[in-house]
């Protein structure tokens, strides 16, 4: 869950609500659920558990507060996990996309940020155990980019918001 558009904290549309519920949608499942699977896993001494992140999990994100801290929540823990399940077998792999191509994203057509789900997917897949999958290409290449156009994205997505009001 995130925002419809960015904003500072106290002037969240939803308010307090909007805001427990990100909190509560983003962590929860995954502490919930990691628990229930790395029982099970540990004691078969096998099994792969992947978390999905965000690339605002890697990045104080201004305006995207909450959803921002909420995804550094998932990739803390999933580090943590990684940690302590490591001796018993099991691969606790962190998934942390910028865009993808969904009706849930609202993005019509893939590109270079924002692949299909499937393309994405697949990628991800063959990286279980390997490394943090951050998109489609190196973390590194990605976050010079997007440090360099984090701005004119903001602007971008507010410039929206005006012509729909």
Known sequence: MSFEYPEVLHA???????????????CLPTVLLSAVA????????AGVVINIASFAGYN????????????????????????????????????????????????RRASFFGPFAETFVAQALR????????????????DAILKSTTETMRAAVLKRLAKEQ
């Open 38 to 45: 790395l029982k099970q896993m540990s004691e078969r001494k």
């Open 12 to 26: 969240t549309v939803g308010g307090l609500q909007r805001l427990a519920d990100m909190t509560t949608i983003n």
């Open 127 to 142: 990286t279980v155990g390997l490394l943090e999958l951050m998109g489609l290409m190196p973390r590194f290449l990605r």
């Open 60 to 107: 104080e994100m201004s305006q995207w507060n909450v959803y921002s801290a909420s995804k550094r929540f998932v990739l803390h823990l999933s580090g943590i996990l990684r940690a302590e399940y490591a001796a018993a077998g099991v691969t606790v792999q962190t998934i942390a996309p910028l865009l993808v191509a969904t009706n849930m994203s609202k993005i």
